[in-house]
């Protein structure tokens, strides 16, 4: 069972950046498919960003592209999810994701993950 821990959340003004990372453990093969998601209260939890490690593609909403950037530490097994230029709109509960797949395409624009962290809070 894949276990997945956020951290880094926090408050940030207009501008900043914030930096979340996510550990995953628990499972003798590694995910291969990771990425983040975010939700508002009362509103349906969105991707943010996913990248499948085996090629190294990533994928970005276009809310956040050219701001956000995702990123995989093979040797720690550490995802990150570097947040610039932040803005009122990023705020929201960050959630990592992981799945494993062998076909890249399921790893792309639409991706259903397998396994949730449960979350940091990420304000502006």
């Known amino acids: 069972h894949v276990q997945l821990v956020e951290s880094g959340g926090g408050s940030r003004k207009v501008g900043e950046s914030l930096t979340l990372a996510c550990t995953t453990s628990?499972?003798?093969?590694?995910?291969?498919?990771l990425g983040w998601f975010r939700q508002v209260p009362g509103k349906e939890r969105e991707k943010v960003a996913n990248?499948?490690?085996?090629?190294?593609?990533?994928f970005y909403d276009d809310s956040v592209k050219g701001r956000f950037t995702i990123s995989h530490d093979n040797a720690d097994n550490i995802m990150y999810l570097q947040m610039n230029s932040l803005k009122p709109e990023d705020t929201a509960m960050y959630y990592c994701?992981?799945?494993?797949?062998?076909?890249?395409?399921?790893?792309?624009?639409?991706?259903?993950?397998?396994?949730w962290g449960r979350g940091t809070q990420g304000t502006v």
């Open positions: 994701a992981a799945s494993t797949t062998a076909n890249p395409v399921r790893c792309s624009v639409s991706w259903t993950p397998h396994y």
């Open positions: 628990g499972s003798t093969s590694r995910p291969n498919c």
């Open positions: 990248i499948y490690t085996v090629h190294g593609s990533r």
